[in-house]
């Protein structure tokens, strides 16, 4: 009965899905003129995945022929390969198609009260966490059942990865080109307001809400939280004699964290008043708390030691912690971020040292409680505890991604507000939401890199093992140079996805500026722009640039291991790991600070809208975009896929 629970558990997370749907699509959407800018973003992202999706295809056929004829490579790892590209698309297209209809429902909830419009937008989010949980849960538990050899599911993983590099990076350079674009032109030369109307680019950045922060994080998610159950899974075979349950145990907890999850969504829409990021605190809390009761039951009724359970409480606990952090350097109610608006006194220079120097100094509690994480649960149950300490951090993904999801849909909702003049009143509303939403972002992405980590760490040693590699010696030249290359390819994979967003973005100005050039009339608002222009420049420019440092990702393991050998290629790992995890951290808390010192001026702090310490924070915020929502947030992909690789051709080398 045990083997099926997950399969119930994925189905009954669908099940409320489903209805989350329908009671979201009987919200009222607003006026004429709502529903016609709402029609437009979903419209421009359903363009953009098309195309997306198209080069996706190529990709994914290439590699399951090439997996299908390559020596030593069973053919069910194929099929997994495909299950997990296909699930991973699913996840992310359908949070996307969601979050298209939710935006408006949100901007006219907003008329009413600030609580409505956040239990609408959180409703959206939770559609998209409980299908990437849910989809993510039903797909590892039926290649198991098929198979019986949780080996194979490294397939799953490659699979959900590739998909997430891509619609990680192609959607990020999406978003903030766009994004960019908007804001130099509008704010800083027109001084007009975000998202007015007669902005060309507004449309264009509204849709890349959608396909970077929503679509790309879903998939980026989905490829976190299945690596962390398959790495798991997998060092729970060599427990079997001692542990009968070790191999599903991980699934277990995964399933009783959906659970978990709904309570917490259901225990926020309970509660009816209160400021907007303790209601979305209060669900995480009370979520990891369930989940954590659940964990204990599970192992008391199965009759495991609990030195398997404590390495579960560790990653919750650590989760919950890193979430804390990321909160305290990124929320505009704490000191970090108020730093760099007194920075922005003295202009755009000092706020951007600013916001450097506090997502350097963000990375230290991270990289502690990873550290800390990582000795206890070794010492509970060895790596076995190292792995269910990342299921832990992750098993409440169903709830954190929820709150994730909500910032995109209050941002596109605050958009909607400006283009369909509903007044300062609901501007204001979203844009209070808009900004909780900026901390849940990056809480949720510290949630993914932190558990990213731990899994990275987990797959690239059960590599070592394949390899048959005890150890890394540091006086062999070849691991070195594996070291120092591993160290080098976050650095390079985050110069090519910032210098996409630079040229991206650079093509935006020019056609923002032309419009508003020659457009007679247009910023008077007597004339309409083009906004299906910017849209088209920001996706072709966006699906062209994100092929160069996907393919990186994908053909470095495979070169150094074929050249330099098997104990290179774990040096490649190693320094890979230790070099993303703390660029992804400092890009991610770097970002969130400079967006939210930006909105904190926004309400009228240090001069508001229009000084020039607003404009200084402009150009700080329009540096974080790409730090917090492409680079950032890929390189959790880029270190799991490399080890993912690493584990896939491991019988070759």
């Known amino acids: 009965m045990s083997h099926y629970f997950p399969l119930i558990v994925g189905f009954i997370g669908l099940l409320f899905v489903l209805s989350l749907i329908l009671k979201l699509i009987k919200k009222p959407s607003g006026n004429t003129e709502m529903k016609e800018i709402a029609s437009s973003i979903h419209r421009g992202s359903l363009a953009f995945l098309k195309q997306e999706y198209k080069i996706m295809f190529v990709f994914v056929v290439i590699v399951a022929l090439v997996l299908t004829f390559l020596k030593g490579i069973d053919y069910p790892v194929t099929l997994a390969f495909l299950a997990g590209a296909f699930l991973s698309t699913i996840a992310g297209n359908l949070g996307m198609q969601v979050a298209t209809r939710g935006n408006v429902r949100t901007a006219w909830a907003a008329k009413y009260s600030t609580t409505k419009a956040l239990k609408i937008a959180l409703s959206s989010g939770t559609i998209m966490g409980l299908s990437v949980v849910s989809l993510g849960i039903l797909g590892i538990t039926a290649l198991y059942l098929i198979f019986d050899n949780p ?232 790596l076995y505890g190292i792995a269910m300490a990342a299921v832990g951090m992750l098993s409440t993904l169903g709830i954190t991604l929820a709150t994730d999801s909500y910032g995109p849909v209050v941002d596109n909702a605050a958009g909607i507000a400006e283009m369909a003049h509903l007044g300062d009143k609901v501007r204001h509303r979203t844009e209070s939401l808009d900004a909780v939403g900026n901390t849940t972002a990056a809480i949720g992405k510290g949630f993914a890199v932190g558990s990213a980590a731990l899994t990275a760490l987990v797959l690239t040693i059960s590599y070592a093992r394949i390899v048959n590699l005890e150890t890394l010696n540091l006086l062999d030249p070849k691991v070195m140079i594996g070291l120092f290359l591993g160290g080098l390819l976050p650095f390079l994979f985050c110069s090519f996805t910032l210098k996409a967003v630079g040229k991206s973005a650079l093509s935006i100005v020019e056609e923002v500026r032309r419009q508003f050039r020659e457009i007679k009339g247009l910023l008077e608002g007597k004339a309409k722009p083009d906004y299906e222009r910017c849209v088209s420049i920001s996706t072709n420019a966006a699906l062209k640039q994100m092929i160069f440092p996907s393919l990186l990702s994908i053909a470095s393991p495979i070169v150094v291991g074929i050249f330099l050998g098997p104990a290179a290629l774990g040096g490649l790992l190693s320094g890979a790991i230790v070099t993303g995890f703390l660029l992804a951290i400092m890009m991610a808390n770097s970002g969130g600070a400079w967006d939210n010192a930006k909105k904190y001026i926004e309400e009228g702090h240090c001069g508001g809208k229009g000084s020039d310490c607003h404009k200084a924070a402009i150009i700080g915020d329009t540096v974080g975009d790409p730090f917090k929502d492409t680079s950032g947030p890929s390189l959790n992909i880029l270190i799991k896929l490399m080890s993912i690789i690493a584990l896939i051709i491991a019988p070759l080398l």
């Open 151 to 382: 080996q194979i599911i490294y397939g799953f993983g490659f699979g959900a990865s590739s998909i997430a590099l891509f619609a990680r990076v192609g959607g990020g350079i999406y978003t903030k080109s766009a994004d960019i674009g908007a804001d130099l032109v509008g704010k800083i030369e027109k001084n007009i307001p975000e998202d007015d109307p007669r902005n060309p680019a507004v449309i264009a950045d509204n849709v890349g809400d959608n396909v970077g922060d929503v679509a790309g994080m879903g998939a980026d998610l989905f490829e976190s939280y299945v690596d962390s159950i398959i790495a798991a899974m997998v060092l729970g075979v060599a427990l079997i004699s001692t542990v009968p349950q070790s191999v599903i145990f991980p699934l277990l907890i995964a399933s009783v964290g959906v659970i978990s999850s709904i309570f917490g969504y259901l225990f926020i829409n309970i509660l009816k008043r209160g400021k907007p990021q303790h209601l979305l605190n209060s669900g995480i809390f009370g979520a990891a708390g369930l989940t954590m009761v659940f964990s204990f039951m599970l192992t008391r009724h199965f009759e495991i030691s609990l030195n398997y359970f404590w390495p579960i409480v560790v990653g919750l606990v650590s989760g919950l912690i890193i979430g804390l952090s990321t909160e305290y350097f990124t929320s505009s109610r704490f000191k970090p971020t108020k730093s760099i608006v007194t920075s922005s006194k003295a202009g755009a220079a000092t706020n951007i040292i600013e916001g450097l120097s506090i997502g350097m100094l963000s990375t230290f509690v991270p990289v502690l409680i990873i550290s800390i994480a990582i000795a206890l649960s070794y010492s509970l149950a060895g």
